[in-house]
């Protein structure tokens, strides 16, 4: 149906930057919002930034003028631009994405996420 691959992920000092990339392929019709999460050793996968379709963003509050979240609705790809990045910001990030797809039987919809591409950063 649909995948998402995602890539960018490093160790980086602190105050440095990092920018993740995914890309949505199969059998795609259209995808609505794409987001990032990320989950931290021992704590729950928690949202970091979301774009929809029509390029509307919203950011969790303690990356809001740091990082930023675009997308390239022609390469079906979600990017996350990470600026004076902190230790906090360590954990495994995750590509989300609502999509449709070309099914057997019709369009079907879907959530789905990515395999995460691995944050660290260093103090």
């Known amino acids: 149906q649909v995948q998402l691959v995602e890539s960018g992920g490093g160790l980086v000092q602190a105050g440095g930057s990092l920018r993740l990339s995914c890309a949505a392929a199969?059998?795609?019709?259209?995808?609505?919002?794409m987001g990032w999460y990320r989950q931290a050793p021992g704590k729950q996968r928690e949202l970091v930034a979301v774009?929809?379709?029509?390029?509307?963003?919203n950011y969790a509050g303690s990356v809001k003028g740091r990082f930023t979240i675009s997308r390239d609705n022609a390469k079906n790809t979600v990017y996350l631009q990470m600026n004076s990045l902190k230790p906090e910001a360590t954990g495994l990030y995750y590509c989300?994405?609502?999509?449709?797809?070309?099914?057997?039987?019709?369009?079907?919809?879907?959530?789905?996420w990515g395999q995460g591409t691995q944050v660290t950063v260093s103090s």
């Open positions: 989300n994405a609502d999509a449709k797809y070309y099914g057997g039987s019709g369009l079907g919809r879907g959530d789905y």
């Open positions: 774009i929809t379709s029509g390029g509307s963003t």
């Open positions: 199969g059998r795609l019709f259209s995808i609505n919002a």
